[in-house]
Antibody, heavy 119, light 110 residues
C-alpha cells in the first residue's frame, strides 16, 4: 500500500525558508487519480491545510499562506516538496504530507515531522 | 473567509451514542462539500474515518457513520468505547482546490 515519509530540517531560523520533502513508496506519484498535499499542526492546535500539488505540477494553496508557500513535485524521484518562506515562530508545527483526493480526503498520511522556528 | 465550525468538546458514556457536527460560519454544508472526518490521538498522525459524507475508510468499524444533519455534516459514534477518546476533525472542500479543516472536537469517554 502507499506510504509517505516526510524529511527535512527540524530547526529553521526566523525569516528563513522551511523546506520539506515527502517520499512516496508503494505507488506512483504520477497517477492522475490523486493529488499530494501538506497539512500542518502547531503544538496543541488543530490541523491546517497548507497546499496541494497534482502530478502535472498544478498547485493549490491555502489563501492565508499563498504568498509564502510553494509546493512542487518530482515524478522521477516519486517525491513532492514544500517550501515556506519568511518563517516566524508561529510557523512552528508538525508538518504532515498526505495523498489528497476526492475533494477533502487526506489519506494515507505520513507520520509527520516537527519543524521548530527558532534562532 | 468562511470558517468551518466544530464543537470544542463533547463527552459520551461508554456504550453511548454521540454526534459530532461540522458546520459553516456562513451557509449550509451539503454533500457538495465532500465532508471527511479524521480521528487523532496524541502524538499520532490523523486517521481517516469517513469521506464523501458517509463512506467509511478501510478498517473503520461500522460504529462510526457520517451523514448530513440539517445544515451540517455529522459524525455519529454508537456504542462508544474508551479508545474512542480522541480529537476529531472534519474537512470540507470549498472548491477551486481549497480544503479547510474544522477546529476539532475533543471527545471524552466517561
Amino acid at each position: 500500500q502507499v506510504q509517505l515519509q516526510e524529511s527535512g530540517p527540524g530547526l529553521v531560523k526566523p525569516s528563513e525558508t522551511l523546506s520539506l520533502t515527502c517520499t512516496v513508496s508503494g505507488g506512483s506519484i504520477s497517477s492522475s487519480s490523486y493529488y499530494w498535499g501538506w497539512v500542518r499542526q502547531p503544538p496543541g492546535k488543530g490541523l491546517e491545510w497548507v497546499g496541494t500539488v497534482y502530478y502535472n505540477g498544478n498547485t493549490y494553496y491555502n489563501p492565508s499562506l499563498k504568498s509564502r508557500v510553494t509546493v512542487s513535485i518530482d515524478t522521477s524521484k516519486n517525491q513532492f516538496s514544500l517550501k515556506l518562506s519568511s518563517v516566524t515562530a508561529a510557523d512552528t508545527a508538525v508538518f504532515y504530507c498526505a495523498r489528497h483526493w476526492s475533494g477533502s480526503v487526506f489519506d494515507p498520511w505520513g507520520p509527520g515531522t516537527l519543524v521548530t522556528v527558532s534562532s | 473567509q468562511t470558517v468551518v465550525t466544530q464543537e470544542a468538546s463533547l463527552s459520551v458514556s461508554p456504550g453511548g451514542t454521540v454526534t459530532l457536527t461540522c458546520g459553516l460560519s456562513s451557509g449550509s454544508v451539503s454533500t457538495s462539500y465532500y465532508p471527511s472526518w479524521y480521528q487523532q490521538t496524541p502524538g499520532q498522525a490523523p486517521r481517516t474515518l469517513i469521506y464523501n459524507t458517509n463512506t467509511r475508510s478501510s478498517g473503520v468499524p461500522d460504529r462510526f457513520s457520517g451523514s448530513i444533519l440539517g445544515n451540517k455534516a455529522a459524525l455519529t459514534i454508537t456504542g462508544a468505547q474508551a479508545n474512542d477518546e480522541s480529537d476529531y476533525y472534519c474537512a470540507l472542500y470549498m472548491g477551486s482546490g481549497i480544503s479547510v479543516f474544522g477546529g476539532g472536537t475533543k471527545l471524552t469517554v466517561v
